[in-house]
Structure formats: structure tokens, C-alpha cells
């Protein structure tokens, strides 16, 4: 698979996104994600969800490809404490 063939999803959300070390990152509450995947089904859209850690994150500074799939799903969401913390510690809280 090469870079320059990965394509961003279409967002349906009107909703921000934050970047923490590069991983653009959905401000969503569960309820607001579910709402949202469900505006994909509803619209017959293609989507992609990922959950990003501290793990991921780490991962994505040593993979271009990985840094490039990552930010081109439609919904980036948070995927354990270690993210919101960072999000608070970094003064862009995530709910």
C-alpha cells in the first residue's frame, strides 16, 4: 500500500478535531460517536473508526503509513486514559 493511494474519509460531523503528537483526535462523548456512526448508516457513507492510544500515538511517529491511515478515518476517537490526560494536560480537553 502506498501513502499517496490513502484518501481521507468523508466527515459527516461538524464537530473538532484536536492534535496530540499528530493524531488528529475526534472531541466526541459516547453518545456523540454513536450519533454520528449512526448518521454513516443512515447515509449509506463508507467509514472508518479508530481508536488511538498512547501506543498508537507512539507508533504513528515512526510510520508514515500508520500516521497517514490513522488521520484519514472518518472518526478518530480516543482509546484510553493516557489520551485524555494528555488532552487536559495539553489544554485541549477531551469529554
Not at 466526541?28 to 501506543?55: F, I, Q, W
Amino acid at each position: 500500500m502506498k501513502i499517496e493511494n490513502i484518501k481521507s474519509e468523508k466527515r459527516l460531523g461538524k464537530n473538532k478535531r484536536i492534535n496530540i503528537l499528530g493524531a488528529e483526535i475526534d472531541v466526541l462523548t459516547a453518545r456523540e460517536t454513536v450519533d454520528l456512526v449512526e448518521n454513516y448508516v443512515k447515509t449509506k457513507t463508507p467509514l472508518h473508526l479508530m481508536g488511538v492510544n498512547a501506543d498508537k500515538i507512539n507508533a504513528m511517529q515512526d510510520d508514515p503509513l500508520l500516521f497517514k491511515i490513522v488521520n484519514s478515518c472518518g472518526v478518530i476517537n480516543a482509546d484510553g486514559a493516557s489520551v485524555v490526560l494528555a488532552s487536559r494536560f495539553l489544554e485541549k480537553a477531551l469529554p
